[in-house]
């Protein structure tokens, strides 16, 4: 197997053919921000936290998705410029303005992805207009509840629920900041036809946007490396004898 | 060195903040000794006055009220700190926005919701006209500090203070900046 | 069909020509002011004469000279009439072989004429679209014969590369390493895709040339598809153009009919198949990555790249996605030679490019010029300057991606890396003139609301950050912003350009970017003190 050498945060690393730039910096111990990654799915190179600036042949530098960006040879890579941290900030300030992000009265308060991601990028209030929209709130599911206001539409359920549990409940509808994360065509999630209520969608969210019913301010506490843990063991037939 | 002017000042709040405010405890015996307090919902001024050195305005920017005072505030403040979630980010003073103006707001309120004599309140100049849109302090006036949490833990406050007592420029930096 | 038969299809094609011909646009702006029925009481009028042996009522594709419409043009006398109504039909018919008919008379050998270069266009308002027969006898589907017999693919590709073609698309990528990228690929399933998914406001040329000339497109998707080793082709176009649509499904269905597409093309073992995808009108699926998605049936977002189309594409096949002008440059370049067509253009941009010149301008419509020819040229010679003796204020070239060149900057050529130093681009060709009423805030503003509305939501920077900057450009219209606001927007756009996935949000900012660089007095005398 090939391998590449080269050089993030001005440390030396090497990447096998084919790994990220976000997997070869995890190995190597240098944290990238991410969002819409998650152990276990697919790439979407969405949410933009992870760019990463590349060095370009004649001077400069380039911006990439380290998650979606195959590590190269001799790659010269800078996680944690200045750029990168306004972008990052200017990033989670956006999508705190896109929805009603209200921690104090969330179920994931304190166990919330984007309200992490707004301490560790230094996030300590929005510079752009709270958009407000009026949101609905499903609660159609016997166990589940799916909360608009609190969904950044990174996608994690759709994956989950299409590359894991092979079902495809969940789509994304409308387009730009109108985009919707729905169940079948669009129908309410208790009258869903193809969700198997397995809960895998409820385990990735990173926000307070999918939670089990009767969980309060706070309570949901989502398992979102139970996906990895899922993938992995399928993967590696861990289950057979 | 001349005693610092502190004030607080409750807008479209729960006063939370200001109770996370006397969770300072023994920290609040140091504080009188070097502030006066010239303005609080805890002692008796009536009058925001002139030349404040610092304020803590807890809540968001809700009535006409609020208004009037955060622009009254912003005048005759030097330091200017958006004291926990409501007034950094509207927080729950705010969730009433999506469902419209101040109409829409008062008729879901006090004629949707209720059983019995649905009415909309009106008592000009006893209750102060609700603005259309719950708005965080900054974007009515600038802001010098941000305060967040709700309420901001004790620590959190008597951080901010001790270095604005000290003159040094405050900083959060970390988990100290956490909303909710 | 034997290809004996072709032939003798074209001369019965010829034979039945009349001595003259009377050409009725019928491409979209025509249609819409009646300009079938115009045709039609032509020919009654020609009955009524007793010409129906002498006169040929033909229903052609665009004429070009869209503000003038309907237009009419006479062969070979070659006189254009403009505006014309139905009640002049018998007027114009009793003009032909001398006399003067009671109808607004054009000048073909005026500026708008005389200074362009019709070479994707040159069939256009010449072959009547709907008639597969009209094109074959125009020389239609003769290169995609003498490249079947003639050529081997890799000198396809050569001759591509050395014309120096490149994509008409907006990003101008050179179409001879894009094919060659697609031809290196291992045989197997390949795909040719022509882009028809024109959605910049203003922008009508692909349009135009699908609805005028269809079977060229589809013959330089055909040559395209032999030279890189494709069997299918897409044609994928918008929900929205019904009449291309119609035009597009009658041009493949004859070509099937006839054999000019299908299994053993003209005698040779090259098989080449052409369906249309039709799209519900998402701007974002001109992006070829969405677009391609679209296709599969999926979603229309974009994808990250690498991997690139040519590499793998629709369906994880390498695929060809060229632009509909690209596409139709194609059977003329091999007729005309690499070289010729070489020489057309400047040392970087060669050929012409079609633009759909539209606003505040004397006289609209599809204009073709060579390369490196003056936005002046363009905008005053052909366009006739602003009307009611205004001035010009600012050209808008790209669309939503692309910006307002000022009235200073006119003597620039049109060619890739020109417009692109003046922070706009070539972009498909929409080009749109403004006099000096324009309020370039509220421009900038409109562009915004454009993206903002068709950002497809999947990138945060685009999908919020539009949002946020639309709101931001109409408090600075309308004089509720501040300095600090001014400060906000430039920093937002600088993220939204340098951070998005895909070229609609890295371009969304361009035009409030350049109207800052040209006007930027315009957003700074609105800002309150605050």
């Known amino acids: 197997m090939s391998v590449h050498t080269l050089r993030i945060d001005e440390k030396d690393v090497s990447a096998r053919a084919g790994q990220t730039i976000l997997e070869a910096a995890s190995e190597n111990g240098i944290s990238i921000p991410t969002l819409c990654h998650l152990e276990g799915l697919s790439n979407v190179g969405a949410c933009r936290l992870c760019l990463v600036e590349v060095a370009v042949v004649g001077g400069g530098t380039r911006l990439a998705a380290a998650c979606v960006t195959a590590a190269a040879e001799e790659m010269v890579i800078q996680t944690d410029t200045d750029r990168l941290r306004e972008y990052r900030k200017m990033i989670v300030e956006l999508l705190f303005a896109e929805r009603n992000h209200v921690c104090s009265v969330c179920v994931a308060n304190n166990h919330c992805e984007l309200q992490e991601m707004a301490v560790s990028q230094g996030v300590d209030h929005v510079r752009y207009d709270y958009l407000e929209p009026r949101c609905d709130v499903d609660l159609s599911h016997p166990r589940f509840g799916l909360d608009h206001n609190r969904c950044i539409l990174c996608t994690r359920c759709v994956r989950a629920c299409d590359e894991v549990e092979g079902a495809h409940t969940w789509d994304v509808s409308g387009r730009g900041t109108l985009s919707r994360v729905v169940t079948d065509l669009n129908a309410p999630w208790g009258a869903s036809e193809t969700c198997t209520s397995c809960g895998k969608c409820v385990m990735a969210c990173p926000t307070g946007a999918l939670f089990h019913q009767s969980s309060t301010v706070s309570e949901m506490i989502h398992e979102r490396t139970r996906l990895s843990f899922l993938v992995d063991a399928r993967e590696k037939k861990q289950w057979h004898a | ?180 | 069909m034997e290809k004996n038969e072709l032939v003798s299809l074209v001369e019965a094609e010829r034979a039945s020509r009349r001595p003259v011909q009377v050409r009725v646009c019928t491409a979209s702006a025509c249609l819409a002011s009646r300009s079938r029925e115009v045709a039609g009481r032509l020919r009654s009028a020609a009955g009524r004469a007793g010409m129906v042996d002498r006169v040929d009522v033909r229903e052609v594709g665009c004429l070009r000279l869209c503000s003038a419409g309907p237009l009419v043009k006479v062969e070979p006398e070659g006189v254009l009439y403009e505006r014309v109504g139905v009640e002049q039909a018998d007027s114009i018919v009793g003009a032909i072989g001398g006399g003067r008919a009671e109808a607004r008379i054009g000048d073909p050998s005026g500026p708008f004429f005389a200074r362009q270069l019709p070479m994707v266009l040159e069939n256009s308002g010449v072959v009547e679209p709907e008639r597969i027969e009209s094109y074959l006898a125009a020389g239609g589907y003769g290169q995609l014969d003498r490249v079947l017999r003639e050529l081997t693919p890799e000198e396809v590709v050569e001759a591509i590369t050395r014309s120096g073609l490149r994509g008409r698309g907006g990003a101008g990528y050179p179409s001879g390493l894009k094919w060659a990228t697609v031809a290196k690929m291992p045989p197997g399933r390949k795909f040719v895709i022509c882009n028809a998914d024109e959605g910049d406001p203003g922008a009508f040329m692909d349009r135009s040339v699908l609805e005028s000339d269809p079977q060229r497109v589809l013959e330089g998707m055909a040559i395209a598809g032999y030279a890189v080793g494709a069997e299918q082709g897409y044609v994928y176009l918008r929900g929205e153009h019904p009449l291309t649509i119609h035009r597009l499904r009658l041009a493949i269905d004859q070509a099937r009919r006839l054999g000019v597409l299908g299994s053993g093309i003209f005698d040779s073992r090259f098989n080449f198949r052409i369906d249309l995808r039709i799209g519900a009108g998402a701007y974002v699926c001109g992006e070829e990555t969405a677009l391609m998605a679209s296709i599969e049936g999926r979603r229309g977002t974009p994808q990250p790249r690498p991997p690139y189309p040519a590499q793998s594409g629709l369906w994880g096949s390498p695929t060809l996605i060229n632009n509909v002008e690209t596409l139709a440059n194609i059977p003329a370049i091999l007729r005309e030679g690499a070289e010729r067509f070489a020489r057309i253009g400047t040392a970087s941009s060669k050929g012409t490019k079609v633009f759909a010149l539209a606003g505040n301008v004397c006289r609209s419509g599809l204009v073709e010029v060579p390369m490196g020819t003056s936005l002046r040229t363009i905008v005053e010679e052909i366009g006739g300057g602003a009307p009611e003796g205004r001035s010009i204020k600012a050209v808008q070239t790209g669309g939503p991606s692309g910006g307002c060149i000022p009235a200073s900057q006119l003597d620039t050529p049109v060619d890739y890396e020109s417009l692109k130093a003046l922070g706009s681009i070539m972009g498909s060709g929409g080009m749109i003139v403004m006099d000096d009423r324009a309020d370039m805030v509220d421009v900038a503003r409109y562009f915004m609301e454009f993206c903002r509305d068709e950002s497809c939501g999947k990138c945060i920077p685009c999908r919020a950050g539009t949002v946020q900057l639309h709101r931001m450009l109409v408090r600075i219209r309308d004089g509720q912003a501040t300095r600090d606001e001014l400060h906000r927007l430039e920093r937002l756009c600088e993220m939204v350009k340098h951070a998005s996935l895909c070229g609609l949000g890295q371009a969304a900012p361009s035009p409030v970017l350049s109207t800052l660089r040209f006007f930027r007095e315009e957003y700074e005398s609105r800002l309150t003190g605050g």
């Not at chain 2, 002692?43 to 809540?59: I, Q, R, S, T």
């Not at chain 2, 009415?119 to 967040?148: E, K, M, N, W």
């Not at chain 2, 949490?149 to 988990?175: H, K, S, T």
């Open chain 2, 1 to 180: 060195m001349a005693r610092l002017r502190l004030a607080t000042v409750w807008l479209g709040g729960c006063s939370g903040c200001h109770m996370s405010f006397l969770d300072l405890d023994e920290f609040l015996m140091d504080l009188a000794d070097r502030v006066d307090v010239v303005y609080s919902p805890v002692v008796d001024a009536k009058e925001y006055p002139e030349g404040v050195d610092l304020v803590l305005v807890e809540g968001a920017v809700a009535n006409e009220d609020n208004l009037a005072m955060i622009r009254r505030v912003r005048e005759r403040t030097r330091i200017l700190v958006s004291f926990g979630d409501c007034a950094v980010t509207g927080n729950v003073t705010a969730l009433r926005n999506p469902i419209g103006g101040s109409d829409g707001v008062l008729r879901r309120s006090f004629v949707e919701q209720t059983d019995r004599d649905p009415q909309i309140p009106f008592a000009p100049g006893v209750l102060p006209v609700l603005l259309d849109r719950v708005t965080p302090v900054h974007s009515v006036v600038s802001v010098d500090l941000y305060l967040p949490g709700c309420p901001p833990p004790a620590p959190r406050i008597r951080a901010v203070l001790e270095q604005l007592l000290d003159g040094r420029p405050a900083r959060l930096a970390g988990r100290e900046i956490k909303f909710g």
